[in-house]
């Protein structure tokens, strides 16, 4: 039995009965193929359908050629796409989903150097996605993306989608013709809320006259308060009201940030969670025929719960929660909330991944993007139940030991601390990053409910490993910081001059409370991720005095793909850092550093008690490169020390093989 009994709850649009008011909400996935849906975008979807959601909202597709954002997004106004999409509709709607597809133009925020075309706008204002400037649609051209939505729309029937999202958030183009900031036409595009929104109600009432009373029509719209030139909550209630009243839009999503405010858009655990419930109860107070969906950082079902039981909404879109755990809507319908795996609102491979133009996927979740490839999150049992070792307990160790276990292995995982998580549990201690914390409770509960054997506090040596009775060893030791402490960029240097002067610490034994810093704590981030810029916020939220050197441009480098660059800037700014960007440490001297400009050679000393290198570390491999008898696995750090994903990566893919 559900705890969640609204979020289970049914709701019916346009005669289509929605199991419960979960929607996997439309994001660009960039999955297409030369243009196409291919086996990667079928799985995907797939996945979320079969774990229960009960709206999904595909991938954007772009209605016309100046509208093209990705290396990954789907053809634009070609029947091309109908027969592979129909596959998809057709499997997904057998495993109980309602599914649609999102239609969208970015007007002036596109991007040249994938649609070699230019950027089309009401007024000719600037791409907050590039340096380019935009062209001002003539009234000709404005006809042209009128007509070029209805034939997308029903390109989509013909797919067999059962609907579609009508894309007027984040500053889009539609979004750009209401608001009066980027619209300052005189015709009868522009002006008054009438113009301003004549090109989206022509939009979804030739939609609703191309595709019938039996085609869903979603619009999807976002709030924002970063800039005054935005619209305002007001505002945006008087468009959807006005919108409302055709009766032709059957739900409304919102969403949150936009072009101006992008760290908003896909908001990081900087953020708080629900960040558009306000504005959408003020919504549901408004609409007669409308249902409305929250969207934004609306992370678990308790979330989504409160939101639907409070009347905030008629709907939540959990993105980044399906795409941690595709089986979110399933395990809460069973009463199982509490095996979902939370999503820990990273950005690292999802929109860190997309921001390069890469298909995205999971930090936590490596399946995403590889369903087909990896069956999702339903795992195959093996041929044959075997014993297995883990040795290590850090993000490799652990998913290679759940893995494991739901694949029906009998598992023991050892770890030479008293806690699991090793590096990756330190970064949880960093502020605002508890959600860390909470996926290592979540793999806790995990492993009681596989049966695995987990001992802390055990260190084995090359005779231990080699009495066991395990013929399958994953070997998941981790890395350690750099004893040397080497800079990347005084390669000629053998170790940090001055090391021997003492004072001087790793992250780790910061975030471990091990080091003796004192008031003042200079930082050397040669990483730009959070392993340097988290552990400098912790020190400066703590009110030590931090000086930040980084041989990087700019503070964050590393972290700027999850757009949490600005933010994490920001709060170090405030707590009073101090930055030195495209320097060295040229001699730390035990009470201070002499630092040096990558740019010009000059150098400066500053007063600091201690020294914090941020440094590229070490793999840890105690173990020999083969012992007899045994099967021996190396994953994640241990290989080679890289980022967090990459050891859940190849917990889960070791896993698969065994």
Same mark, same amino acid.
């Given at each position: 039995?559900?705890?969640?009994?609204?979020?289970?709850?049914?709701?019916?649009?346009?005669?289509?009965?929605?199991?419960?008011?979960?929607?996997?909400?439309?994001?660009?996935?960039?999955?297409?193929?030369?243009?196409?849906?291919?086996?990667?975008?079928?799985?995907?979807?797939?996945?979320?359908?079969?774990?229960?959601?009960?709206?999904?909202?595909?991938?954007?597709?772009?209605?016309?050629?100046?509208?093209?954002?990705?290396?990954?997004?789907?053809?634009?106004?070609?029947?091309?796409?109908?027969?592979?999409?129909?596959?998809?509709?057709?499997?997904?709607?057998?495993?109980?989903?309602?599914?649609?597809?999102?239609?969208?133009?970015?007007?002036?925020?596109?991007?040249?150097?994938?649609?070699?075309?230019?950027?089309?706008?009401?007024?000719?204002?600037?791409?907050?996605?590039?340096?380019?400037?935009?062209?001002?649609?003539?009234?000709?051209?404005?006809?042209?993306?009128?007509?070029?939505?209805?034939?997308?729309?029903?390109?989509?029937?013909?797919?067999?989608?059962?609907?579609?999202?009508?894309?007027?958030?984040?500053?889009?183009?539609?979004?750009?013709?209401?608001?009066?900031?980027?619209?300052?036409?005189?015709?009868?595009?522009?002006?008054?809320?009438?113009?301003?929104?004549?090109?989206?109600?022509?939009?979804?009432?030739?939609?609703?006259?191309?595709?019938?009373?039996?085609?869903?029509?979603?619009?999807?719209?976002?709030?924002?308060?970063?800039?005054?030139?935005?619209?305002?909550?007001?505002?945006?209630?008087?468009?959807?009201?006005?919108?409302?009243?055709?009766?032709?839009?059957?739900?409304?999503?919102?969403?949150?940030?936009?072009?101006?405010?992008?760290?908003?858009?896909?908001?990081?655990?900087?953020?708080?969670?629900?960040?558009?419930?306000?504005?959408?109860?003020?919504?549901?107070?408004?609409?007669?025929?409308?249902?409305?969906?929250?969207?934004?950082?609306?992370?678990?079902?308790?979330?989504?719960?409160?939101?639907?039981?409070?009347?905030?909404?008629?709907?939540?879109?959990?993105?980044?929660?399906?795409?941690?755990?595709?089986?979110?809507?399933?395990?809460?319908?069973?009463?199982?909330?509490?095996?979902?795996?939370?999503?820990?609102?990273?950005?690292?491979?999802?929109?860190?991944?997309?921001?390069?133009?890469?298909?995205?996927?999971?930090?936590?979740?490596?399946?995403?993007?590889?369903?087909?490839?990896?069956?999702?999150?339903?795992?195959?049992?093996?041929?044959?139940?075997?014993?297995?070792?883990?040795?290590?307990?850090?993000?490799?160790?652990?998913?290679?030991?759940?893995?494991?276990?739901?694949?029906?292995?009998?598992?023991?995982?050892?770890?030479?601390?008293?806690?699991?998580?090793?590096?990756?549990?330190?970064?949880?201690?960093?502020?605002?990053?508890?959600?860390?914390?909470?996926?290592?409770?979540?793999?806790?509960?995990?492993?009681?409910?596989?049966?695995?054997?987990?001992?802390?506090?055990?260190?084995?040596?090359?005779?231990? &490993?080699?009495?066991?009775? /395990?013929?399958?060893?994953?070997?998941? @030791?981790?890395?350690?910081? *750099?004893?040397? #402490? +080497?800079? !990347?960029?005084?390669?000629?240097?053998?170790?940090?001059?001055?090391?021997?002067?003492?004072?001087?610490?790793?992250?780790?034994?910061?975030?471990?409370?091990?080091?003796?810093?004192?008031?003042?704590?200079?930082?050397?981030?040669?990483?730009?991720?959070?392993?340097?810029?988290?552990?400098?916020?912790?020190?400066?939220?703590?009110?030590?005095?931090?000086? &930040?050197?980084?041989?990087? /441009?700019?503070?964050?480098?590393?972290? @700027?793909?999850?757009?949490? *660059?600005?933010? #994490? +800037?920001? !709060?170090?700014?405030?707590?009073?850092?101090?930055?030195?960007?495209?320097?060295?440490?040229?001699?730390?001297?035990?009470?201070?550093?002499?630092?040096?400009?990558?740019?010009?050679?000059?150098?400066?000393?500053?007063?600091?008690?201690?020294?914090?290198?941020?440094?590229?570390?070490?793999?840890?491999?105690?173990?020999?490169?083969?012992?007899?008898?045994?099967?021996?696995?190396?994953?994640?750090?241990?290989?080679?020390?890289?980022?967090?994903?990459?050891?859940?990566?190849?917990? +889960?893919?070791?896993?698969?093989?065994?």
């Amino acid at each position: 039995m559900t705890q969640h009994p609204r979020l289970m709850s049914p709701l019916t649009l346009r005669g289509q009965t929605l199991r419960n008011r979960i929607v996997f909400g439309a994001h660009t996935n960039n999955m297409a193929e030369m243009g196409l849906p291919g086996p990667r975008t079928h799985g995907y979807l797939l996945e979320r359908a079969l774990g229960g959601a009960a709206m999904v909202v595909c991938e954007p597709v772009p209605l016309h050629r100046t509208g093209v954002l990705t290396r990954g997004n789907f053809l634009h106004d070609s029947d091309e796409v109908i027969a592979p999409f129909r596959r998809i509709t057709e499997d997904v709607k057998a495993a109980g989903s309602v599914i649609l597809q999102q239609l969208y133009h970015v007007g002036a925020h596109g991007d040249s150097d994938l649609s070699f075309s230019p950027h089309w706008s009401p007024s000719g204002g600037p791409s907050y996605h590039d340096s380019d400037g935009s062209h001002r649609m003539t009234e000709t051209e404005i006809e042209e993306i009128i007509v070029a939505h209805t034939a997308a729309a029903i390109r989509c029937q013909k797919a067999g989608f059962q609907g579609v999202e009508v894309w007027a958030a984040y500053h889009s183009l539609l979004d750009q013709f209401w608001t009066p900031w980027s619209n300052t036409r005189d015709d009868k595009w522009g002006g008054s809320l009438e113009n301003r929104t004549r090109l989206s109600r022509l939009v979804i009432e030739n939609i609703r006259r191309a595709c019938g009373e039996d085609f869903i029509i979603g619009l999807a719209v976002s709030s924002s308060d970063a800039h005054s030139v935005t619209l305002s909550n007001e505002a945006l209630c008087e468009i959807i009201a006005l919108h409302d009243a055709t009766g032709h839009v059957d739900y409304v999503t919102v969403g949150h940030g936009g072009y101006l405010d992008f760290e908003r858009l896909i908001p990081t655990f900087f953020f708080a969670d629900k960040m558009t419930a306000p504005v959408t109860e003020q919504l549901k107070s408004l609409v007669k025929h409308a249902k409305i969906t929250s969207e934004a950082h609306i992370r678990t079902p308790d979330n989504a719960e409160s939101v639907i039981a409070s009347g905030q909404a008629d709907l939540v879109s959990i993105v980044r929660g399906q795409i941690a755990d595709p089986h979110l809507a399933r395990k809460t319908a069973e009463g199982r909330a509490s095996d979902v795996r939370g999503c820990i609102s990273c950005n690292q491979m999802c929109w860190g991944r997309r921001s390069r133009d890469y298909w995205i996927s999971c930090l936590i979740n490596p399946s995403a993007g590889r369903e087909f490839e990896w069956g999702g999150d339903r795992f195959t049992p093996a041929e044959t139940p075997r014993d297995v070792l883990v040795v290590g307990a850090g993000p490799a160790g652990l998913e290679a030991a759940r893995a494991a276990a739901e694949r029906g292995h009998r598992v023991e995982i050892v770890e030479a601390s008293g806690q699991i998580g090793g590096q990756f549990r330190l970064a949880g201690m960093q502020p605002r990053r508890a959600q860390i914390l909470d996926l290592m409770e979540w793999y806790e509960r995990q492993f009681d409910r596989l049966g695995v054997r987990l001992r802390l506090n055990t260190y084995l040596d090359e005779d231990d &490993l080699a009495a066991h009775p /395990a013929t399958e060893v994953i070997l998941a @030791t981790g890395s350690l910081p *750099d004893t040397d #402490a +080497r800079q !990347r960029w005084l390669p000629a240097e053998p170790q940090l001059p001055g090391l021997e002067a003492g004072h001087v610490w790793s992250p780790e034994e910061v975030m471990r409370r091990e080091a003796r810093l004192g008031d003042t704590v200079m930082l050397y981030d040669e990483g730009g991720n959070w392993r340097g810029v988290g552990t400098a916020l912790a020190l400066a939220e703590q009110g030590k005095k931090v000086i &930040l050197v980084t041989p990087d /441009a700019y503070v964050g480098k590393e972290v @700027t793909r999850t757009s949490a *660059d600005g933010p #994490a +800037r920001a !709060r170090l700014a405030r707590a009073g850092a101090e930055f030195h960007t495209e320097h060295v440490i040229a001699r730390w001297l035990g009470n201070g550093a002499t630092i040096r400009s990558l740019l010009t050679g000059a150098e400066v000393t500053l007063p600091a008690s201690a020294l914090v290198m941020a440094t590229t570390n070490i793999a840890f491999d105690p173990f020999p490169e083969a012992l007899p008898g045994k099967r021996l696995h190396r994953i994640g750090d241990c290989a080679a020390p890289r980022l967090a994903a990459y050891a859940f990566h190849e917990g +889960r893919k070791v896993a698969l093989t065994l």
